[in-house]
């Protein structure tokens, strides 16, 4: 056989390769999805009070629940990952809008504690962010966009599957 055949007998079989792999992949993909689909949101469903946009410290309605799922909000976004400092509910709200899932925890935990909820949010996958709330009346709240789950202990698998089941299933598909 001449190089030049086994050229394209190779070419041809790479892209046959790329093509059914490629497709098999997609399935796959396309499964996770409708199984994620076909789970009910978790958490109390809230009232909604909109996704307006305000300007940076213009006054607003005060939010319905502690911690907010829906309402006023910035432009801009909080972005992922676990949060050292303060942010405003304003930027987290917007990223609730584009999907995130928020793993909020009464400040001032025992460090264990926040080490089981940073365990569990590192161990899921989806859009989140995690951070410390000064006036929260149980241990772990968790919030989408409006939906609201507290937590009265710390449940490492009940933290997961919230971030996982809720997490990307907002009005609008962002970045966070």
Do not use: C
Not at 69 to 82: M, R
Not at 154 to 172: C, G, H, V
């Amino acid at each position: 056989m001449k190089t030049d055949h086994k050229i394209i007998i190779g070419v041809i079989l790479l892209t046959l390769i790329i093509i059914f792999g490629g497709t098999w992949l997609s399935s796959r993909e396309g499964i996770k999805t409708q199984a994620k689909l076909s789970k009910s949101l978790m958490g109390e469903k809230m009232p909604d009070e909109g996704a307006g946009h305000v300007g940076r410290n213009e006054k607003h309605p005060a939010y319905n629940s502690n911690p907010p799922t829906s309402g006023p909000h910035w432009t801009g976004v909080a972005g992922p990952g676990i949060k050292t400092e303060s942010v405003p509910d304003e930027l987290i709200l917007h990223s609730m809008e584009h999907g995130a899932a928020v793993v909020w925890y009464k400040e001032g935990l025992e460090q264990n504690d926040t080490e089981k909820i940073r365990k569990a949010f590192a161990d899921s996958d989806g859009k989140k962010i995690m951070l410390a709330r000064k006036d929260l009346d149980v241990p772990v709240a968790l919030t989408s966009w409006g939906y609201l789950l507290k937590l009265e202990t710390i449940d490492e698998a009940k933290i997961k599957e919230f971030i996982e089941t809720n997490s990307d299933r907002a009005p609008e598909k962002a970045a966070i």
